[in-house]
């Protein structure tokens, strides 16, 4: 992993949908477990080191990694994730990690604790930060494009949402353009009456997600999104050596599987990733016993 165990669900303030956790915990919280899990059962884990190749040898798969080195397996479980989407807003590059945000943790709730921040988007993530932000801060915006939240969130964070007296909702809007000297001080919002600049101390950004695959190349099927392509969506050509069909996580190459988010069609939550892991071990399995 090139920079935290957990990727994007290490990085929730909060996740509610989680088997076994009714009160649920933070994607820290879940991720510190899972890694302690892991090395119970004696995995290796390295971090940083990014991969940026996948390369064909057979009976090998090679891993290509930035820092030189390389790993040979006759599997490969690819469960990279997906990244958030960059603000496309004027000044927003510049005020990465002083005022615009893409996740939100414990330690901006408390350093914006008593101020106004908004959340941009209105996925379930979004939702999540705003629940967890207006904890603390004196004042949340949800700014979204759509007219309201239902067709893109969970209707229990919106009904949550509309019960929480300090959250805002700024419908059919979208952030131009971050503002300040040193910090985030001000956004500007297009919105159906015009353009406004709004005070803010912070911005955290939900924007949709695009998925960590383009260091497969094209060893692998991907759709017009970047999302690998698995079982029966995968239309094996002269690089499939096998005489049997992709199994249900197995990719377009022979012994390379993909989980998670990263996988076209799978369910974006944090459980069913985990779930397909699990399966994805047993099709391993599978998969090598026929070599």
Known sequence: D??????????????????GFPAGLSGADLTARAVAQAARFKAE???????IALERND???????ADGTSANAKSVLV??????????????????????YYGASGVEATEYADQDVAVIGGGNSAG???????????????????????ATMSAYLVDRIASTPNIEVVEESSVVAVQGDQHVESIVVDGPSGRSTIPMAAVFVYIGQAPRTDWLGDQVQRDDHGFVLTGNECTPGVAWSLGRQPLPLETSLPGVFAAGDVRASSIKRVASAAGEGAMAVRMIHEHLASL
């Not at 090139?2 to 088997?19: D, H, P, T, V, W």
């Open 2 to 19: 090139c920079r935290a165990f957990g990727g994007q669900a290490g990085a929730s303030a909060r996740i509610e949908n989680y088997l």
């Open 45 to 51: 884990m390295l971090i940083p080191v990014e991969a």
């Open 128 to 150: 999540q930060a705003a629940l967890f932000l207006a904890a603390r801060a004196s004042s949340v915006r949800i700014i979204v494009r759509g007219a309201g939240l239902a």
């Open 79 to 100: 469960a990279t994730g997906v990244s958030y989407r960059m603000l496309p807003a004027e000044g927003a590059d510049r005020f990465a990690g002083a005022g615009v």
């Open 59 to 65: 009976p090998f798969r090679v891993i290509r990694c």
